[in-house]
């Protein structure tokens, strides 16, 4: 059984920066290949970042250029560093791991962006 525990939303004006992390349990971190997944009201859930064990990147169009995802192993921590917010980029926001066909998630934290 894998824990992931989302922390770093928050409330934010449009055009500023906010950074999530997630640490996730256990010793076998790193070699987990791992998501950042955002869900807006009424939307379904949607593909934000991802990064491999072995550090390769990818976005989803919306968030290329803006958001970056990293990871520190030692830490067991996987970041969602997030400039330029829109208000679009309002969302739940989800830390995904999938082992052996399972999807384990973190319980989401909020991100709003409002003037």
């Known amino acids: ?3 992931l525990v989302e922390t770093g ?5 449009p055009g500023v920066s906010l950074s999530l992390s997630c640490v996730v349990s256990g010793r076998m971190f790193r070699i987990y290949d791992m ?4 869900q807006a009201p009424g939307k379904r859930r949607e593909l934000v970042a991802t ?3 072995s550090g ?18 030692p830490k067991n ?9 829109k208000a679009e980029d309002t969302a739940v926001y989800y830390c995904n791991v999938r082992l052996a066909a399972i ?10 962006v409002s003037s």
Do not use: C, H, K, P
């Open 51 to 53: 990064i491999t064990r």
């Open 56 to 73: 390769s990147t990818n976005y989803a169009d919306s968030v290329e250029g803006r958001f970056t995802i990293s990871r520190d192993n």
């Open 9 to 13: 939303g928050g409330l934010v004006q």
């Open 1 to 3: 059984q894998v824990q």
């Open 77 to 85: 921590t996987v970041y969602l560093q997030m400039n330029s917010l």
């Open 35 to 38: 998501g950042w997944y955002r």
């Open 103 to 112: 999807d384990y998630w973190g319980q989401g934290t909020q991100v709003t």
